[in-house]
């Protein structure tokens, strides 16, 4: 390895249930990669042990890099692991509209089959209720009611309100959320409950939180609504203590005086302090994205398709005309939740997938389960019983067993052999392993095109408009494999694919957004001066708790580009579409042509021209505030192109892989692969933490950004 | 699946978490012998079991090679080919009082149109099917299990003969 003389700058982690990533940039966009197990009773000892362990591989000490450290982002599953296992201490009260005491007992169906593979949404068998994550004891039920318009039909029953804050101290809550119909038009009765709860709580000597949905999260959608209340208080806010201990160690014991930012799912980072934390719930796809955003500006195109093959999933992210779409009710772990999400569509598609074949019907099966970190048959020590397609891709020779993870873990290829000729080909009347296995590999590359297809062109777009980019540890080695007869612009393979999510954390920026719904009807005609000015209305309190956020963090409110947009549909339309305001300038009648004339080409891009319906009027389902501030990131270095011929040291060896016939392949070592360098397929170019397969037929260039772009040769 | 996984199934005690497994897993041919097994131990009777006939009830193989129903008290309902319902004991709710024994007044039906026939075991006096059908309708016959078919073209070999 070359001597190291950058300075590490950037810290980005991914702390998982077992082990912690540390990923380490430094001024010259050089970057490294450490690993630490996880350590959920102070997670930052898991971090410190990850970045010692990164930068010995560049023989520097984390109190000699400490100090130089600008930005810290962290992302990390915690807080969802705390959700799936019910393991949180917290006890919830809950006090709803009376008469809607049982949200958690009747749910929505599709909290009963999130999450499912195809065939086990379909039969209804297989759906399930949620355990609840407050029992039925302590939620309680308050009359009053205030209608869908915000007007008031019955007054808050504030005697009943005393007695559930009573009968919920008595039974030891922790925290208490209020959550009533229809708080977001109207936030009084809600308010009572708080300040009464106050005064019970006063009166009893009692300090506990009260969340409140109508300031923390006033949206439309009472169960998802309710449910992000929940999250956080039960799964989410738990993590604080511990992430803010992450930036503490990094300053008593390393001299950092970086602060510590935790990447949220809708794409920008967030501190530990941030009031809702829920936003930060699952980030995992989601630096991919951001990093592919960062390389498409460099390339300078608009718009790019991101395919990440994991271990699990094979998850797919659009960036159309530079944006990246937003959803604002997804699911995660089997909970309809209201914060705003980066659009990602996932299939149980990954390099741990386990393969089997259906005895009754001689059917080649994938998934949806995974051997994740088990690997596969050919990892003893992973006990795994069923071949992946990790197997797979060793017995074809597309890896070597000697060199995965950079040769820390040892592969057996008999044992995948072994297992892929009696699980799979004689069950399904073959004795010859490499053909089975080739036949499994195209199966899932089918499958993952089928999956990119049907996010390309299910949306109206064509392949022949964007950039594919592949990453993950997978994707270099199934890209070809997926991208087949799809005619994209490029095909662009990063040689930092592996760590490629983790460069895309360390690229996100400081982000606070805020939702609200305020359902406001625009008819074809009349004065617009109103429905601008309740806009102008809630983006400035958005705004307002933007800047808040931004003076908590020691931003300088000036730095902070803060941007409106709203959320909106044809009248009568039951999705809505995200438009930003581009100009604000003018009078009320251009502002809001303009917003319509922006939908109207997103809708046409999304959906068909055709399918416009302006007719009845628009409507505004959230006003919306999402405010930025630029930190540090890494630097993607520029390096230049040189011989197409790669020099003698890159080249290791030759191995026999099967494509259907046997074929002698070069190997390469990544590293040694310099800008301008073309291989010709059938090749395998190694690095320690991903492979990059070429098959015959094709050819991959490494440019100056030390990205692979493959071509048909 | 092992012997005490699918006797957990069949008593209804598996966690959720298995139970899924075994409702989204593929067809298992294997496990129709082993669930055969786990009843035959539990019937009181030595005949072999071809084939489960509902709750309680069985077709089994008889020492000269008849297949007859048996309740798995050992009550014999006789061959195979006829309709066991008509050997067993029957409680048939047709009027108002009888059906509000088990439905209040505005939830059951009403007897002109529609009677339960209850079948009982002789032997054991377990409830073994009800039918719902209009007064008259003849009794049901549920279905006639074509044992020989199952057995060669789906199991693979032929059918026990004692």
């Not at chain 1, 999260?217 to 992430?243: C, F, I, K, M």
């Not at chain 2, 009550?75 to 066991?84: A, C």
Request: charged letters at 25%; hydrophobic letters at 40%; a negative charge.
């Amino acid at each position: 390895m070359p001597q190291h003389t950058g300075t590490p700058v950037i810290l980005a982690l991914d702390a998982g249930g077992t082990m912690t990533d540390a990923f380490v940039v430094d001024d010259t966009g050089s970057f490294t990669i450490g690993k630490a197990q996880t350590t959920p009773h102070d997670e930052s000892l898991g971090v410190v042990e990850s970045f010692r362990d990164a930068l010995h591989y560049w023989d520097v000490t984390a109190e000699q890099a400490g100090p130089h450290l600008r930005a810290v982002v962290y992302s990390g599953t915690s807080m969802l692991n705390r959700l799936l296992e019910r393991t949180s201490d917290e006890r919830i009260g809950v006090i709803v509209t009376a008469g809607m005491e049982d949200y958690l007992q009747l749910e929505r169906s599709v909290q009963t089959y999130a999450g499912y593979a195809y065939s086990d949404r379909l039969h209804v068998v297989t759906h399930i209720h949620n355990e609840p994550l407050v029992p039925r004891a302590r939620i309680k039920g308050v009359r009053g009611r205030v209608s869908f318009f915000g007007e008031e039909v019955l007054p808050l029953y504030a005697d009943e309100a005393k007695e559930a804050v009573n009968s919920l101290l008595d039974q030891s809550v922790t925290a208490i959320v209020v959550s009533l119909l229809y708080s977001y038009r109207d936030p009084s009765h809600e308010q009572e409950v708080a300040k009464i709860a106050a005064e019970v709580m006063a009166s009893r000597g009692v300090d506990i939180p009260v969340i409140v949905s109508s300031t923390s999260t006033p949206v439309r959608g009472d169960l998802a609504r309710l449910n992000t209340l929940l999250v956080e208080v039960y799964a989410a806010r738990p993590s604080r203590r511990q992430l803010q201990a992450v930036g503490e160690r990094l300053h008593s014991e390393l001299d950092s005086t970086a602060a510590v930012r935790v990447l949220t799912s809708y794409g920008g980072t967030v501190s530990p302090d941030h009031e809702s934390l829920v936003s930060t719930l699952v980030s995992g796809p989601i630096g991919g994205i951001l990093g592919a955003r960062r390389l498409a500006e460099l390339y300078e195109t608009s718009n790019v398709i991101c395919s990440d093959v994991g271990g699990t999933s094979f998850d797919v992210g659009l960036i159309s005309e530079r944006q990246v779409a937003t959803r604002t009710e997804p699911t995660v772990a089997r909970f309809l939740l209201a914060i705003p999400t980066i659009a990602m569509d996932s299939i149980g598609a990954g390099t741990g997938t386990r393969v089997r074949v259906d005895p009754a019907v001689r059917r080649v099966t994938l998934g949806p389960d995974s051997a994740g970190s088990r690997l596969g048959m050919s990892w003893e020590p992973g006990g795994e019983s069923v071949p992946s397609i990790t197997d797979c891709d060793l017995v074809l020779g597309y890896l070597n067993p000697d060199y995965f993870l950079g040769g820390s873990v040892d592969l057996d290829p008999d044992r995948a052999r072994k297992a892929i000729l009696e699980q799979l080909a004689k069950p399904l009347g073959s004795s010859n392993v490499e053909e089975t296995a080739l036949g499994v590999v195209r199966l899932l590359e089918t499958e993952m095109r089928d999956h990119l297809m049907g996010m390309i062109l299910g949306m109206g777009y064509a392949p022949e408009n964007y950039q594919m980019f592949a990453y993950g540890g997978g994707g270099p080695l199934h890209a070809a494999g997926y991208v087949g007869s799809l005619e994209f612009q490029a095909v662009r393979v990063p040689s930092w694919a592996a760590a490629f999510s983790a460069f895309g954390c360390a690229c996100a920026d400081y982000t606070y957004r805020y939702d609200r719904s305020v359902d406001i009807l625009v008819p074809p005609a009349g004065s617009r001066e109103q429905v601008l000015g309740l806009l102008r209305q809630t983006w400035s309190e958005l705004e307002q708790r933007i800047l808040a956020d931004a003076a908590r963090d020691g931003i300088d409110p000036k730095e902070v580009n803060i941007v409106p947009s709203v959320r909106m549909q044809y009248f009568g339309m039951l999705d809505d579409l995200e438009v930003q305001v581009s100009s604000q300038s003018g009078d009320a009648e251009q502002v809001i042509a303009q917003m319509m004339v922006d939908f109207d080409s997103l809708f046409e891009k999304i959906f068909a021209r055709a399918a416009k319906s302006p007719e009845s009027g628009y409507f505004l389902t959230k006003a919306i505030a999402v405010g930025t501030y630029p930190t540090e990131k890494p630097v993607i270095p520029e390096f230049v192109l040189g011989s197409k011929t790669p020099s003698s040291s890159a080249e290791k060896s030759s191995r026999k892989v099967f494509e259907g016939s046997w074929r002698e392949a070069r190997i390469y070592e990544m590293d040694e692969l310099t800008s301008g360098n073309v291989i010709a397929g059938p090749a395998v170019v190694e690095a320690p933490a991903t492979t990059f397969y070429v098959p015959t037929g094709y050819q991959a260039t490494l440019d100056r950004f030390r990205v692979f772009e493959l071509t048909r040769s | 699946m092992d012997q005490a996984t699918l006797a957990d199934l069949i008593d209804g005690k598996l966690p959720w978490h298995q139970l899924k497994e075994v409702l989204s897993g593929n067809k298992d041919i294997a496990r129709f012998d082993l669930y055969i097994e786990v009843l035959q131990s539990r019937v009181s009777f030595k005949e072999t079991i071809l084939l489960p006939l509902g709750e309680h009830l069985y077709v089994v193989v008889d020492a000269s090679g008849r297949r007859i129903v048996k309740c798995d008290c050992g009550y014999e309902f006789g061959p195979v080919e006829r309709n066991w319902k008509c050997a067993s004991a029957v409680l048939v709710r047709d009027s108002d009082e009888l059906l509000e024994e088990i439905y209040d007044p505005w939830n059951r039906c009403d007897p002109s149109w529609e009677e339960l026939r209850e079948f009982y075991c002789p032997g054991c006096w377990s409830l073994l099917e009800v039918e719902a059908a209009p007064p008259g309708y003849p009794v049901m016959f549920d279905f006639q299990p074509d044992i020989d078919t199952f057995y060669q073209e789906y199991l693979g070999r032929p059918v026990p003969r004692s």
